[in-house]
């Protein structure tokens, strides 16, 4: 019989023949990404592989990461689904709220949704949080996975228009994203200083971990915004 030990609220591990990160599978029967489905006393889990998430290597790195079975979360970089179906396992009764720029993406992430009613997909570009401030309600949680050089920009757009006062941001800084010559460490402790100083009110920095050997050249930050 397999193994369950719970990590935090809906993350896991659970051991059959090997240690693996899990969530309880939503959407029973049905795997996203070719992830195994392990039955353990009546609960189905879904393995989720931290090579193709950042906030799943977030998970492993030991970050706090801040979800409730009602967390209402916005997920800016969708992409087609990986670790959005991950987070609502996580979130059962929350809500997230899905941007996602590529529309090739989104056309796969629409089926994914369709199965699963607290995800909600929106086609828009995260730098312009306006577009799609009609849709989403004031969050608890912003996770920013997006490829373009002003990431810290962008997180600071949406955390101002979207996060509530108690709220986090858990971001992945992609440093090939926002320079190709320079060197990591040298990007990424630019980038915390423009979370911390570069925007009103700014971000409080709680954790800050590269992300290997998950992820090369990817910095994890967990932050919320000063008071």
């Known amino acids: 019989m397999p ?28 795997t996203v990404y070719g992830e195994k489905l392990i039955p353990v006393e009546g609960v189905e889990y879904r393995t989720w592989d931290p090579r193709r998430s950042k906030l799943g290597a977030m998970v492993l790195k030991k970050f706090n990461i801040p979800l409730r079975k ?14 959005v179906s991950h987070v609502s396992d996580i979130v059962s009764e929350g809500a997230v ?3 996602e720029f590529a529309p090739r993406s989104m056309r796969d992430f629409v ?50 228009r979207f996060l509530k006062r108690d709220g986090y941001l858990l971001l992945s800084v992609k440093a090939r994203s926002i320079d190709t010559a320079a060197s990591p460490k040298e990007i990424f402790t630019e980038e915390i200083k423009k979370l911390e100083q570069a925007f009103e ?3 409080e920095i709680l954790t800050a971990r590269d992300l290997m050997p998950y992820h090369e050249d990817h910095l994890g930050v967990l932050a919320k915004l000063k008071d």
């Open 3 to 30: 193994e369950v030990r719970k990590l935090s609220d809906g993350i896991f591990e659970v051991t059959k023949d090997k240690k693996q990160l899990a969530t309880k599978n939503l959407d029973l029967g049905k």
């Open 70 to 83: 009602d967390s209402k979360v916005l997920y800016l970089g969708a992409a087609s689904g990986t670790t």
């Open 97 to 99: 709220y899905s941007v």
């Open 111 to 160: 089926g994914l949704a369709s199965r699963r009613k607290n995800i909600f997909p929106i086609l828009a570009d995260a730098g312009k949080p306006d577009s799609y401030a009609h849709i989403v309600e004031p969050v608890d949680l912003i996770f920013q996975d997006v490829a373009q050089p002003n990431q810290a920009e962008i997180a600071a757009r949406n955390a101002v």
């Open 201 to 203: 009110p700014g971000f």
